[in-house]
């Protein structure tokens, strides 16, 4: 009735092929393919010539390249720990079946994610514009100023407003991973919880948070590498060129102005793969700290 | 029956493969073709005169707007096989990519385009020269700069709206910054001299940061920094951000006296975003000359077509019946000096209340100054003086000491091999 060896056909390799194949030509290629641009000096139309780690130890001594580095991370953690942490508390409250409308608000809280995100950088950029913004013509409608602020002057405001958007346009995303992780939590843990007498508040701390853990493991080690690749965002609302003394310009954006607008393509490379470190170092971390914390 | 499955499989895919590489039909009618690419969708135009000229001739036209068509055209330019026979380059690129082997040298013959080019705009003739002296680019639009001003406002607020009476009265920045105190007090705060500090900083850019190796910075740029700190602070600017929605509404609103700009300006800013307000608006010449933009045509060096590659650049730039329709038809303002000369007593816009602005702009086009660039001025003006000028102006830098310690500092950072003392 069963054979007694196992047919080891080539077959199954057929199957999986293409995905391979297409993966080789238009991504491995091409990422071992910047890793060589970025030990030359290749210019885009000049033979290039090889420089061994000079484009590396030269981005180690930029100062643009630990301005953009800083800029990332603070946008990033601005944003990420109140998308973090208030799109858990939403899930929370909308995974309440007694709550009335909360297929509503579910959608409510996602539909800033269908939003693309150069459109939101044009729409807070519009409305946040020195002379013609309208923030600035309602405040001073309403007598609270008498001049126009030049809201896109000052540095600190245009990285809180980069994270602001971010924090938009990504909480209930955040929520609906959260949401779906809460749907495989045994529904009997909570309800014995809840005959022992414990409030939502206990329950929340001491059963939500710790058997979703993996999620929120899966959402730091994917917002790492969302918000280190920050672009679209910042790169609208400051017409690409990173506003008052680059303080919102990223990485990523750095990466581009490198690369496509200097069409300094080894430095670019060099530039992308010392990002690529640093993901890989952040998400390392991340993942650690998140295991030692669920040992102790 | 399993191995006659598998051929007859093999067979169809590999008939199918072999059908899409078949031969394209002989061509009958022996009609020869040229490719051209550029960045924007203006050579349209020319292509279709050109085609009507040379019938035998068809032109295949790339046009690949926006920030991806140098990264495209440098990477076309290596591959032989895909690269454009001929192909246009921005003022902003011309003198990064003058030097690089794959634009064909001309001066040469059969071209002898060093002969042609007298009839072209000095200025314009000093960017289409590589370093060794070779022409290998021609510039065929024309970009002198003027004041747009609106007449309405300047017929308020200046008592005339005659260009030359207003050119004599802004004709220095002292005149423009007391009108701008002025008009700024009188109407409110709603009306100003000028939209921004581009305004001021844009007559300037041209000047060379580069000479022999060495980073070299003019004294006009340390004036530049002067100038538009003292329009802010005598609130001569509307301080509306260039391309922004507010400048944009700011010309047909009648909110800014007073805009700097070049010949094609006309077309792509001013009719573009005022439409209504043909009639209203008068040219008249600045505190400085100067020039912006420009596009260049080149022929690739490697080329299998370069005799029907340079009947089309020199159908573009030397043609003067064919320059001629295209400045009458569609208001454009080449580099053809010969030609422009001819037609400035004749052609008038009705935008411009019906003012000779070919005459005005052929004058004006002969005053723009000749700066010998290089590859890195582009960079280091747009890049790295206009960040520092910005921070200058809203006093996160204080003194041009700290000015000039910063844009080095940039310098060394951004290009290495330059000396910088």
Redesign the interface.
Known sequence: MFAKTIRKDHYGYYFIAPFFIIFTIFGLYPILYSLYISFTNFDGITTPDFVGIGNYVAVLQDPLFYKTLFNTLFIWGVSVVPQLTISLVLAFILNDKLLKGRDFFRAVYFFPNIVTAASLGLLVSLIFDWQSGGLNHFLMQIGIIQDPINWKNDPWFMRLIVSSILFFQYFGYSMVIYLAGLQGIDPSLLEAAQMDGAKKKHIFIHIIVPMLRPIILFQMITSIIGGIQIFDQPFTLTNGNGGPDRAAMTSIMYLYNVAFQSTRFGYGAAIAFCLFIIIILLSVASFIMTKRKSRS | MKKWFKSTIVFVCVAMLLAGCQLSPSNQTKQQEITVWSFTDEAGYAIEKFEQKYPDIKVNFVNIPG??Y??KL??A??TTSKAPDVFMIENANIRE?ID?P?LENLSASPYNANELIQEQYAFVQANEKDTEGNVRAIGYQGTPGGIYYRRDLAKQYLGTDDPEKVGSQIDTWEKIFEIGEKVQQLSGNKVHALANWNAISNSYDGIPWVKDGKLVIDPTYMEVLDLVREARERHVL????D????YA?SMQKGEVMFYPGATWGLQYTFKANAPDTEGMWGLAPGPSAFSAGGTYISMYSKSDKKDLAWKFIEFYNFDHEFLSELAKEQDYFTSNMVVNDKLAPSLSSPYLGGQKHFAFFSEAAKRVPVYERTKYDA?INN?IYK?VL??YL?Q?IQTKDEVVKRIKRDVV?RF?ELEVD
Do not use: H, M, R, W
């Open positions: 920030n991806f140098i990264t440098k990477s330019l290596q990519l690089v794959y509307a301080e509306y951000e391309g922004s929605a507010g509404a960079t890049d960040n910005q921070l809203n996160d950072l290495p």
